[in-house]
């Protein structure tokens, strides 16, 4: 069973045993587990439900694996004969989490 999901402003089409890396989720530890109420459709072909915006009763359920930090980004800056050169760099909290079960 398939279904579109909508978090942290984002949507991602899912099927159970799928794995997300997705943005941190805040205040969880490997082992947490998810439940997201967001779904905005559900099911395949004749048992495919279209939320409006989402599908009443339909949750996807999810394991977090772990939370780790991303691969770094580095931003440099620089204006040509002015002397200005400025290098910061970035790593994002991610959290990658396995989808258990879809229900709707």
Same mark, same amino acid.
């Given at each position: 069973?398939?279904?579109?999901?909508?978090?942290?402003?984002?949507?991602?089409?899912?099927?159970?045993?799928?794995?997300?890396?997705?943005?941190?989720?805040?205040? @969880?530890?490997?082992?947490?587990? $998810? *439940?997201?109420?967001?779904?905005?459709? =559900?099911?395949?072909? +004749?048992?495919? &439900?279209?939320?409006?915006?989402?599908?009443?009763?339909? @949750?996807?359920?999810?394991?977090? $694996? *772990?939370?780790?930090?991303?691969?770094? =980004?580095?931003?440099? +800056?620089?204006? &040509?004969?002015?002397?200005?050169?400025?290098?910061?760099?970035?790593?994002?909290?991610?959290?990658?989490?396995?989808?258990?079960?879809?229900?709707?």
């Amino acid at each position: 069973m398939k279904a579109t999901i909508q978090t942290q402003g984002k949507q991602y089409t899912v099927q159970e045993g799928d794995v997300l890396i997705l943005n941190r989720y805040p205040e @969880t530890e490997a082992g947490s587990k $998810l *439940e997201i109420n967001e779904v905005l459709t =559900v099911g395949e072909g +004749k048992n495919f &439900k279209l939320g409006s915006p989402f599908v009443d009763g339909a @949750t996807v359920s999810a394991t977090v $694996l *772990e939370n780790r930090r991303g691969r770094k =980004v580095v931003v440099f +800056k620089k204006k &040509k004969r002015k002397g200005y050169e400025r290098r910061r760099g970035h790593r994002q909290e991610l959290s990658v989490i396995k989808i258990d079960s879809i229900k709707g």
